[in-house]
C-alpha cells in the first residue's frame, strides 16, 4: 500500500481516529529532507494529538532514536541526504532495542517490485506522497502506533 503527497488532513484524520481515538498519547519520528512537508506536519499533527520529533535524514533520526527518543512510529522518506530510508530501515531493524518501532514509508516515487524486497518486510506501510491524503495518513499512524502498544502491553 502506498500513501503520497500532498497530505490530505481530513482524511489523515479520519484513519487515525478510527484506529486509535485518544491519540494524544502518541508520538512520532518524521524523517524527511523536504522541509516543507516537515514544516506542514509537525505545524499539522499536534493539533490533532500528535507529538511530532523531525529529523532530515537517517544519520539525524537515529541521533534522536539512540539519544532516548521513542516513537509510536516512524514516518521515513526514502531519498535523502547522508543515509536514505532503505539504509535506516534496515539499521533500525538490525538494533533489537528499536526494531519494533513500526516504520510507514512516504515516498515521492513509485517503487519497484524490487524496491519494495529490500525493505524485507521492516516496514508497516509505503504511501506514496503524490496520492497521500492526510486521512490515510492518519490512519496508518493510529494502526501502527496501536499495534506497538498492544505487543507492549501483552
Known amino acids: 500500500d502506498f500513501l503520497g503527497k500532498p497530505l ?9 481516529s478510527r484506529i486509535c481515538p485518544v491519540p494524544n498519547e502518541g ?7 523536504e522541509l516543507e512537508l516537515r514544516q506542514s506536519l509537525t505545524a499539522e499533527l499536534p493539533t490533532r494529538g500528535w507529538r511530532v520529533i523531525d529529523a532530515a535524514d537517517g544519520v539525524e ?11 509510536d512510529v516512524v514516518l521515513l522518506d526514502l531519498l ?3 543515509m536514505n530510508g ?14 519494533d518501532i513500526p516504520i510507514i514509508v512516504l515516498t515521492g516515487q513509485h517503487l519497484t517490485p524490487a524496491e519494495r524486497e529490500r525493505f524485507g518486510g521492516c ?5 506514496e506522497k503524490q496520492s497521500l491524503a492526510w486521512s490515510d ?18
Open 8 to 16: 490530505d488532513f481530513d482524511h489523515f484524520e479520519q484513519v487515525v
Open 27 to 33: 508520538s512520532i519520528l518524521l524523517v524527511d529532507d
Open 61 to 71: 533520526a537515529l541521533e534522536r532514536l539512540r539519544a532516548g527518543f521513542r516513537p
Open 80 to 82: 535523502m541526504p547522508r
Open 86 to 99: 532503505f539504509e535506516f530501515a534496515r539499521v533500525v531493524r538490525e538494533d533489537s532495542r528499536l526494531r
Open 123 to 127: 516496514v508497516q506501510r509505503i504511501i
Open 137 to 154: 495518513l492518519l490512519e496508518q499512524i493510529s494502526a501502527a502506533a496501536q499495534r506497538i502498544r498492544t505487543k507492549q502491553n501483552r
